[in-house]
């Protein structure tokens, strides 16, 4: 009775496994072997499959003109990226040159905010936070930058919204 | 056999590879032709997860966006559908985050008290209005019983027929995870179907 259950039980998983990530060829053969002699197990093998062949076979139906309204939104957006490419471009640009800039003056930056600094007679820790300060306009610039632009594609992008 | 299995494995290679190129370039041709290519299979997927039809619409629209704004990041190696279903769950996990500040996992889980989107169990749900037009509504009426987060994976694994490595992708969940889901899922639907059919 208790080998019976075991067996049963094998076979109740084996059912399950063959269907979501497949078996060896021995447990193939023992279940074959068991689900022809016992009909529980292969009732319930049957049910396992029809259940599987209805979700295979269901069908959804699709709202009219999904794909062209899909293309024409994925068409505009691709323009608008190709309009913003050169600007991203031309951002990354001036923002490279500006590095490279600021690099090759800090010497002279740093004297000056050195100079100025005495000449005012703020603290030195103020005139060096001054110095660290300038180093991150360009990046504040860019930041800037890309804030609007991205406010303005979210604009667009609820219009479009609403309009679809 | 080998051959026969080489030739298709080399011929799906290069579709990959190709569409990965193409959405390098952003090609609006090679897009137009996915969306219709792909479209019944990522709605279906989006209603399934969504079990919304409007809903699963807007999803749609907004993933193929995705997929051309994120376009260089298909490097051509997976199947193109299982990064297009990935694309497609992360922005309902995005929305529902946005919404209640909590993953679709934690949303769907079948333990909570109100799975996903089943807002008025009176009502025939939004999922249940859009499959009552179809022929095999005991089917669907059935399946709408099973918690979102086995449908998902039913669906990818018996519908799409993804591989299970795939699928762990797709859902960024370990393969152990898969297969459990998988499992429950099975049982689920054997209990759903019985108890709608019968």
């Known amino acids: 009775m208790k080998s019976n259950n075991i067996a049963h039980q094998r076979a109740l998983q084996l059912i399950a496994q063959a269907r979501v ?5 021995t447990d193939r053969n023992w279940l074959r072997t068991h689900l022809e002699e016992c009909d529980f197990c292969a009732e319930h093998a049957r049910r396992t499959d029809r259940a599987l062949r209805m979700l295979r076979t269901a069908t959804i139906s699709l709202p009219e003109g999904l794909a062209s309204r899909t293309q024409f939104r994925v068409r ?3 323009q608008e990226l190709r309009e913003r490419e050169p600007r991203r471009r031309a951002l990354w640009l001036a923002c490279s040159l500006s590095w490279l800039f600021g690099v090759a003056s800090a010497p002279y930056v740093w004297s000056l905010f050195q100079w100025l600094g005495q000449r005012t007679g703020v603290p030195k820790l103020v005139w060096e936070v001054g110095f660290g300060l300038w180093w991150s ?6 930041v800037a930058v890309l804030l609007m632009e991205s ?3 979210g604009e667009q992008a609820d219009w479009i919204n609403q309009g679809s | 056999m080998p051959g026969l299995t080489l030739f298709f494995s080399t011929l799906m290679a290069d579709e990959t590879r190709t569409i990965a190129r193409g959405l390098q370039r952003r090609d ?5 032709r996915l969306i219709e290519q792909y479209q019944y299979r990522l709605f279906r997927y989006l209603v399934y997860i969504t079990g919304n039809k409007e809903r699963a619409e807007d999803f749609f629209q907004e993933t193929w966006i995705r997929v051309l704004e994120r376009g260089h990041q298909y490097n051509g190696k997976s199947k193109f559908e299982a990064w297009l279903f990935a694309i497609a769950r992360n922005l309902v996990i995005d929305w529902q985050r946005s919404k209640k500040a909590q993953s679709l996992d934690t949303l769907t889980d079948p333990e909570q008290e109100h799975p996903l989107q089943l807002a008025n ?8 209005q859009v499959l009552s037009h179809e022929t095999e509504e005991n089917v669907q009426a059935s399946l709408q019983k099973i918690p979102a987060i086995y449908r998902e994976v039913l669906v990818l694994r018996f519908q799409e027929e993804l591989q299970i490595d795939e699928m762990a992708g797709v859902l960024s969940i370990p393969l152990s995870t898969v297969k459990s889901r998988l499992y429950r899922g099975l049982e689920a639907l054997r209990g759903a179907l019985q108890g709608g059919a019968g």
Not at chain 1, 21 to 25: H, N, R, S, T, V
Not at chain 1, 137 to 142: E, Q, R, S, Y
Not at chain 2, 121 to 128: A, D, F, G, Q, V
């Open chain 1, 21 to 25: 990530e497949g078996i060896p060829d």
């Open chain 1, 76 to 78: 505009l957006r691709a």
């Open chain 1, 137 to 142: 306009i360009p990046a504040l610039f860019a």
């Open chain 1, 151 to 153: 406010s303005r594609k």
């Open chain 2, 28 to 32: 609006p041709d090679l897009l137009d």
């Open chain 2, 121 to 128: 169990e009176n009502e025939p749900s939004p999922l249940r």
